[in-house]
């Protein structure tokens, strides 16, 4: 394999870094323009983040919510009503303070998130019970004024959802802010073949305004940490900031509950990162494109025609390498893309009545019987996702430690990149000691817990959480 | 019908400006926010518009199209290469000057549309003759900023698609460009049931930058003029301005050809323009998100689950109206919002084995057997959806007049509201002086012709032409 596509990538050992930069690049998915700090996401990395947006536009239209449209502008003030929100955003937020020829009377922000968009409407639509709970989803981009930034993971400007819903009860809200944290779960791990840790963030940790923050948390094949997805209950206080009452049964008035959520393209670096080798990219078939490249060698014309028909009768997506570059290159430029399975169809296997299958995710090369091809490929792309998901939680398992004391954690800190799991007092200073000390940052919490003492101060413990270095 | 949904809208014949403001309102299509000029476009609205993106996305990617992503911003001088097109929009674009903290050491506008983005890219990614055709399209917002705003038809902010391709020759350039005009005729005419004229625009009304710009034209009820979408061919100018060059078959650099097209919300003003009447919103079956809605008067419960089963089985969207208001009030609720078809169980009809079957574009009742009522409405959302298409052209013609002379051309567009036909000479002076005249402007170039004379300056006519008011 000295083929050009594949020249291109650094090893992952060598340098995780580098290697992911030139995946990104090799596999097509991201360009870089002369607008610094932001991607133009190509053709195949587009494909995927719309297999990602479909498989999971469905989940939240089957459990009852709509997409809206709110502008992308905040005007200064509207921003300015939630004091820890704006705090929180400020720094970060890019600013229009022309319109044609004018000087703005009043300037804006491009949304970073857009809490305040949909409390304002809120206010307006909400009037009573009968008006609760309102289920909203808004797919569009935000900005961010990142300094630093990487393919997928930190860009100035993010494709992403946001979802934002009101309740009646304080119950409800936070029911609505689990039930979508695990929806980030079943598409993390039965789609996109993540495995996933989800639990609460810290005081620190949580979102600007939030009262609490929930997280979906995945490790990076390089046990770096990666934040894929955020579910936030609100409580009160935004609908409170912006007087957003209703009228209860009893003709009472009350202020609702709320909550948001997001995911971003961010979760395409993790499939990268997480899945990827010095090949390229590897895609679960569940979430790829194109889940079966088939590439003819020799005059193939009549069997190519019947597997394609085939393929395209059980839905099962797939492309033809028909260039005219060599059988070598078009194998290494379909192990860049990460097509789930490459079928080689070629004229001395035929005459055995044979083609050959090679899965992505092994290398696995399995010669079958052309007329048992179709059904093997179809029972291929059920193993192959299964297999990266155990074989990504296996990985994952051996770089989570467990640290009982102070010294055992700076040790595991120092050695090791992966999760450590400990009992914690619940105290920032610990967290900021950790941090400080480690460059580990927690992850999140999974529990309460009654028992142990503090891994930092050796206090009386209230949590089990996880801590990991970060993205 | 004095129900309180209905109340609210204005008489079409009255003031067809407020009417179209009050449908828009009253269906919760859209809302207003204190980001000025820019509208919410509510679940229903967007809904609509996720319709209408399902079945043009289909069709792009039939005809080869992918999607991709570009940045929201650009940065003044990649705004600046190409001339004509700098000067046709720097009027109306919002400029970005701080990020963070800092002053941008480079101003950057919020795209308004985004050739210069993907020329850069082009630019990078075109070497050969093997990398073109690219076939590029684009699902994202642009701003432009306007002074007065109407919902759909004028906004700071539009939801649009815009598709930017590249072509080894001139021809095949001009081939893609008249594809995607009757691929927008496509969607207009079969699905939003809109019958339209395509044409070429003229001189003084092409996109800024193009060679030659064609326009689907739509009328709406009131005679007045809407462009629904555009087709633009560029030539190699934005190429040339970007130094885009390809290797040929015979290793000689040469310039590729390029087009971009688009269609936005405003199509959705349209249907509400061309369809509604002084009770609401009248959706084509097609596009309606809901095709049904049904209204169970007293306990039927039986009879509504195997309507909704059969109606499900044959995925045909229905909506159940189940809230404690009153029959009245959730009838002209389902018309106010337009759903094609309304279906009322009731006991009494239940009775005598009947349901009663309400065409939403006729508002004609109909009694039919329950067993049969199915088939019945699967039948009738063809029909709905023939007759309004037929409807609106026979409304259209009846307003589409032919001026021979400019006495004629004067009297007409005095006392009538509608499109004109004439023969034009083609030069601008006349284009000028007729607006000037009359507020008519050219629509669309329908034809060249080789006889007759210019409506306005008597001299040979060199085209047909349509005029009309615009919105």
Known sequence: MSEKSNEKITSREVDFAQWYTDVCKAADLVDYSSVKGSMIIRPYGYAIWEHIVSVLDKMFKETGHVNVQMPMFIPESLFNIEKEHVEGFAPEVA???????????????????SEVLFCEHFKKIIKSYRDLPILYNQWCTIVRWEKETRPFLRS???????????????????EETLRMLECYRKLQE???????????????????GAEASYTVEAM????????????????????????IQFLNKNNELETPYQTSWGVTTRMIGSLIMVHGDDRGLVLPPKIAPTKVAIIPIGDVEDVLTSMTDCLAAREISFMVDCSDKSPGYKFAEAEVK??????EIGKRDLEQGEVTIVRRDTLEKIKVAKDEAVD???????????DMLEKARVRRDSMIYEAKDYPEFLKIAKEKTGFIKSKWCGEGTCEDKIKEDTTYKSRCIIDECHDGKCVCCGKDAKYDIYWGKQY
């Open 220 to 243: 990076m094949w390089n046990g770096v940490a990666l934040q894929n997805g955020t579910s936030h209950y609100f409580g009160d206080g935004f609908a409170k900031a912006f007087h």
């Open 156 to 174: 100035r400007e993010i494709l992403w959802q946001e979802g934002h819903t009101m309740h009646a009860t304080k119950e409800e809200a936070m």
């Open 190 to 208: 039965d789609f996109l073949a993540l495995p996933v840790i989800t639990g609460k963030k810290t005081e620190k940790e949580k979102f600007a």
């Open 338 to 343: 990460g097509y789930p399975i490459r079928l």
């Open 376 to 386: 093997k490929i179809e029972g291929l792309l059920e193993t192959i996702q299964k």
């Open 95 to 113: 600013w229009v303070t022309r319109g044609g020829k004018e000087e703005l009377e009043e300037k804006m922000i491009v949304r970073p998130t």
